[in-house]
């Protein structure tokens, strides 16, 4: 049997990529790559995070060459991403971590291993959060979670699909009920959602793709 949230959610996916279209993961990048550039989104915008990702990428050879750098040098190639010393104090941190585990800094050998164990070693990273964990599960590893930032967070309680106090809270449910086929394509469709309709400022109910199903609608 269908667990009523499992149905919700198929439901709010099919609505959403008729609103905003089916997203594709095209990102192809291996799971250190994805962990860095994820850890460099955290507190700012995609734009930023880009652009210090690409600065990071053109100023060191690979994730030996930043490894043994300075955390000072990796702080300036990062410096327009924001939190540029704790970031790259996390990034030294984790890369370190993965060499002393594993010899060498790759995560692929996690493409093997079961998804709650992938996910806690990745847990365990210093600095690694429940988002941060399940972007590199899902991105780059093919496995499955659903990362809930702010707005799926938002989008998810306002619809009334979940009622939770935490992201995380809401990220464990919707991992659990959500079927893999469809994590990709919902999880950046209610961002989207979240962020070109129901704002967190004040959601623009009128015309909204959800709004015969949304709890909230017309109400926040
Ligand atoms: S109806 Fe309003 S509150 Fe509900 S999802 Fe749409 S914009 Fe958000």
Redesign the pocket.
Known sequence: MIDALTEDLVKLDRKLAKAYGVKVNDRHEDAVTSLVHTILSQNTTDRTSDRAFGSLLATFDGWDDVLVSEASCIAQAIRQGGLAEQKAASIKAVLQKIKDDFGQISLEHLRRKPDKEAMEYLMSLKGVGPKTAACTMLFALGKKAFPVDTHVHR?AN??GIVTTKSPDESQRLLTDAAPFSICYSLHVNMIQ?GRQ??HSRG???AG?P??DT?K???V?
Do not use: E, L, T, Y
């Open positions: 989008v306002r619809i959602h309709r129901c959601p623009v109910c909204c959800v709004q949304c909230s609608a017309g926040s």
